[in-house]
């Protein structure tokens, strides 16, 4: 490879490249973009000359050249919430290191979903991930039609890539736990059953409870499962109700880590002693739920918006519509202070 020089204005173009690693300006264009497979000392030749001169390919022309706007569509329900930014962070990792620009819409009520696959059909980006939530089908199907790439995080879908954790399975390892831990009387507090948006996470994980307590021919009273909007002060309100019953659980399962920062905070406004009165187990794993001590059902939040931002990338590179995807991320029990044995 030739010696290396920096222009005075500190900026290398393809031909400088070219140049010092001793290959045509096409074979440089191939390695930037992925174009065409080259051989693979002349790629490391190529990378070699790129990090040592800091070239950096121009990605608006990159985009121009192959018909595309360099802007990603992202979709998010309640974006503002801990479970969402952390899906939006890793998908904005892996998006903005590719050289795009990522527009957000955000779907506060149940209204803007159609209006936010509306807009960013008319934003006219090369690709959309939707976070936690199914695409309407009228604004999908104008999206496939226009063979826009779209790719779900956190949700599954027969007709388009994802990736996904098993709802079920999470609910289950929740309940598992408390009755191992010596519960019987164990509660949910989840979201409600039949929602405007679309959400099943709720209803999934509430199956995998009700799984969990047939395996141990345990009863489920019916007032021992609560439902009512994703908030902490709702859980708080569904905690209390729960804690004045006659004979109250001694365990909650809920299915978010902010509905359990509910379950704790009516409990120590009641007097209820966590864990050794009342047992709590959350999902997800949010920052704060280390901090607060809650047991939980990890999932790879993070990761999950990355891959998820990943498979778009992929689809995106492709000529003709790629082959779909499904890939199922693992869930574990983070065990901490807020479950122990009945007292």
Do not use: W
Request: proline share 7%.
């Amino acid at each position: 490879m030739k010696p290396l020089s920096r222009r005075g204005d500190g900026l290398a173009n393809i031909a400088e490249v070219a140049a010092a690693a001793g290959v045509a300006k096409a074979t440089v264009s191939r390695v930037v973009n992925h174009t065409a497979p080259v051989r693979e000392p002349t790629r490391r030749r190529v990378e070699e000359a790129i990090r040592a001169l800091g070239y950096r390919p121009n990605q608006i022309a990159r985009g121009l050249s192959r018909g595309r706007t360099m802007r990603m569509g992202l979709i998010a329900p309640f974006f503002t919430h801990p479970f969402a930014v952390a899906l939006l962070s890793g998908a904005e990792e892996v998006l903005t290191a590719s050289g795009y620009d990522i527009v957000l819409y955000n779907v506060g009520r149940p209204e803007q979903t159609e209006e936010q696959f509306r807009n960013v059909i008319d934003g006219r980006a090369d690709g959309v991930l939707v976070i936690a939530m199914p695409p309407p089908e009228r604004e999908l199907e104008q999206l496939l039609s226009r063979k826009v790439p779209v790719v779900l995080a956190d949700f599954r879908h027969d007709r388009l890539s994802h990736v996904y954790i098993d709802n079920v399975a999470g609910g289950y390892i929740a309940t598992k736990h408390l009755i191992d831990l010596g519960h019987r009387r164990i509660a949910f507090v989840g979201d409600p059953s039949e929602n405007p948006y679309g959400f099943t996470s709720s209803v999934d994980r509430c199956q995998g409870f009700r799984n969990a307590m047939a395996e141990s021919r345990l009863r489920i009273p019916t007032d021992y499962v609560k439902e009512g909007p994703h908030a902490r002060h709702v859980a708080h309100r569904l905690t209390s109700e729960l804690l004045h019953l006659t004979e109250p659980p001694t365990a909650v399962v809920t299915a978010g880590d902010t509905l359990a920062l509910g379950v704790l905070e009516a409990a120590a406004n009641l007097g209820v002693d966590v864990p050794r009165g009342l047992s709590v187990v959350g999902f997800d794993d949010v920052d704060v739920a280390a901090y607060v001590g809650l047991t939980t059902v990890r999932q790879p939040l993070v990761l999950i918006g990355k891959r998820g931002a990943e498979l778009l990338l992929e689809a995106c590179a492709q000529d003709q519509p790629a082959p779909l995807a499904a890939e199922q991320m693992p869930l574990e029990l983070i065990v901490r202070k807020s479950t122990a044995p009945p007292s």
